[in-house]
């Protein structure tokens, strides 16, 4: 087994695989219409083709949904499942888009080559990057090798309804040694990275009554108790002045990275005032004494998704509202205990409210956080791979978001899972005009054959 | 000119000024509605006829809306004014009335007779208690004791568009020693009052901008300034801890009632737990140390009437929103300047944003306090007349919200009005099953008799 000899067949074989990206694009996957329900069900048809090509035992698997595809290959160890999303977002704004969607083509531009059309990026050009470095690993050695499941879903676009049920059902067969999960990105477009750090999500909605009606402003103002006063005041004190959040135990839980890793995200070099240049802003708003990463990957968060209440309309109303909203949501890193704080937080609100208030609470989910075990060597083995493939060294970076899937693997199978993927900010995913770069295609393709080498070596 | 006789007459006249009311009520004056018109012209037309009938020189006078009805009668000292309107609300929702609103009828009722149907109470039998007062007095004594102008409006429950214009058109006209309007109501349904503070209003609403989008909360949130956050930190302190208004000089021109003032409130025994109970509520929310009635008549407010930000929809959506709005009002009192005010709370919030935050104001009306010069003499006679004609002693009283009439009587005038009205808090004006309790039109009248011998003696 040769992994130069591997990678040199992917570099001769790129226009080939380029060509089979380009047939599964043009297949119009949106799984969130029904209307193209067929057409989910030939792009799974498709992958089931390709692999059992590739020598795979592979089927599609109904579910109430649009079908998962799940195959197995190879033998020995250690045991990988692959993991990508075959269905791609809807197309709309059609006029937007400089060409037909599902009609891509290979573009120059002045940052290089890209493919263009729906799934080039999310998630089809990034799954078909692991495909090909299989393709490339048996053509070179007759063989894989390890032994690799393939897991292929239908519905990540439109919220994953069969995903949990299914993976309950077929866990015995879905539980391997490691997850591989190609559906996110590189570090500001450049520093390739395993994502292995995942915050949680809770979600709650209050709402708080005074008056148990309306009421006119010039009648009342002044002596009954506004309740968007209430909120507000409420609202205000859930950060201090240095930007922490004040429900009581709130930072139970919550670990201080490890130098290795504060190390390895200060290389980074994070473009901070770009990042938020972008969106127009210029100073990091968040807990004061911690970079701008920690903020966005590893410190928990509380914001505030909506606020309402009164009149609201054009014009002008003196209401003295009877009620006023808020939905807030908490990003939870370590070991927060979401339900703990859901507790905490009710808590708190209750012993603020004034005499002649209400509340009534609506909780909307409650995740904890995803941490990936990097002390396994596979970890570093497939870092080391990465890092041998790109210009720069590979970080193992968090997610300010969640990414459901990584999680399930966790607690549905016990799986822990490297989230490694190509993607670059400017693909336009879930837009108009989506894109991927010839750049990502190739070297994600040369990167997974290196970290299958390095994980089965 | 003895009262005794007019007083008599009004008790023996009383079933024809009922009729003549129910007759007026039987017209369907709604100003609002365009398929009205002939009806409201038709109810000046009956004034018109009514008052030529006890000898006014009256007519109606064309505006680019609705008629007014002006006239003269009478000779001497003082010269008066009487305001009132004859348009009414509309009726919907018509299925919640128990009869046609526009035939009126005499219902008895566990507590008394009432006069029911639109109008009945706001304003057509409040202003002809005013009317049928000066029948009585000059079919008894040949004239009226004093000069009388009648000024009738035909828009006031659509906004009176054309009211400011023409009293500046006819200034010289309406120019009176003073003014009297009855369009207000007993207080507590129980005791006579003259109306001499009304608050004035002040309305802001405020967009404050964060960053220039909606962000992900996943990916920028802890990081990004979120102008929820911001705005509740705002309102919350717009109030301190004993309920005073922070804004800077809010106070300033903010005068404390006389003694004289709060001993006649403190004689109301307003029934604070009951005007609370009524709405859920239990406790007065306002200044410490400040009685419930001060908190609605005498001292300033500041109330948020709406806010929004974010998502506002069903469940949920972690978004971190670029704007976040308030509308917020202040009553004013005394000789505080809307003006300045506006200022104030616009430097104030300037003062109080965060980096990368701005703010964008829309100012919604701006009017001063009026106070009424209850040191003339006539306010006295008039407050001694009401008080001799029911059971409790009349009172000075404030009033909450703003009636704009009488600050224009002031203002483009210079002519001091006397609130007076007979209204009681259940009588559903702008609602279903409109009634004007028969001893508020039958004591209505004998008070308007009682307050033309007082004024005129």
Not at 53 to 68: D, F, N, Q, V, Y
Not at 147 to 163: A, H, N, Q
Not at 285 to 295: F, K
């Amino acid at each position: 087994m040769s992994l130069d000899a591997v990678l040199s067949r992917i570099d001769s074989d790129l226009p080939a695989a380029t060509d089979r990206l380009l047939d599964l694009l043009r297949i119009p996957s949106i799984s969130t219409d029904p209307e193209f329900k067929a057409d989910c069900d030939r792009a799974a048809d498709w992958l089931v083709a390709d692999l059992t090509s590739l020598g795979a035992k592979i089927e599609k698997r109904p579910t109430p949904g649009h079908p998962m595809v799940v195959g197995h290959i190879g033998e020995g160890a250690p045991h990988l499942l692959f993991y990508g999303h075959y269905d791609v977002q809807p197309v709309d704004p059609l006029d937007l888009w400089d060409r037909d969607p599902f009609d891509p083509e290979l573009q120059e531009t002045d940052k290089g080559q890209v493919i263009r059309g729906r799934g080039a990026a999310d998630d089809k050009g990034q799954l078909m990057t692991f495909v090909e470095a299989c393709r490339a690993w048996i053509a070179e050695n007759g063989k894989l090798p390890c032994k690799i499941t393939f897991f292929f879903e239908g519905e990540e676009e439109s919220g994953s309804p069969s995903l949990v049920p299914f993976m309950k059902e077929n866990a015995e067969e879905l539980k391997t040694d490691i997850a591989l999960i190609c559906d996110t990105g590189l570090f500001e477009s450049r520093v390739p990275a395993i994502t292995t750090m995942l915050r949680g999500l809770l979600g709650e909605e209050l709402t708080i009554t005074g008056p148990s009606k309306d009421l006119h402003s010039g009648m009342y103002g002044g002596i009954a108790m506004n309740p968007i006063r209430v909120l507000s005041r409420i609202i205000a004190g859930l950060h201090d002045a240095t930007g922490r959040i004040t429900i009581p135990d709130f930072y139970e839980g919550v670990p201080e990275i490890s130098n290795a890793l504060k190390a390895q995200w200060d290389g980074l070099n994070f473009d901070s005032k770009g990042f938020l240049g972008d969106v127009g802003l210029s100073a990091p708003a968040g807990e004061q004494n911690r970079s701008p990463l920690e903020m966005i990957w590893s410190r928990p968060t509380c914001e505030v998704n909506g606020i309402w209440g009164g009149y609201t309309g054009k014009g002008f109303k003196t209401v003295l509202p009877s009620k006023a909203s808020a939905k807030i949501s908490f990003r939870l890193v370590g070991q927060q205990d979401p339900l703990k704080i859901r507790e905490n937080f009710r808590k708190m609100v209750e012993d603020q409210l004034p005499e002649d208030c209400t509340v009534e609470f609506h909780g909307h989910g409650a995740s904890a956080a995803g941490q990936m075990e990097t002390g396994d060597p596979a970890f570093e083995a497939a870092r080391q791979a990465l890092s041998d493939e790109w210009p720069d060294t590979a970080a193992y970076i968090g997610c300010g978001g969640s990414i459901p899937i990584a999680g399930y693997f966790k607690t549905i199978l016990g799986t822990d899972a490297m989230l490694i993927g190509f993607g670059k900010d400017n693909d336009q995913i879930h837009s108009p005009n989506e894109k991927y770069d010839m750049e990502s295609f190739h070297k994600g393709i040369r990167s997974w054959a290196r970290v299958l080498d390095a994980l089965s070596g």
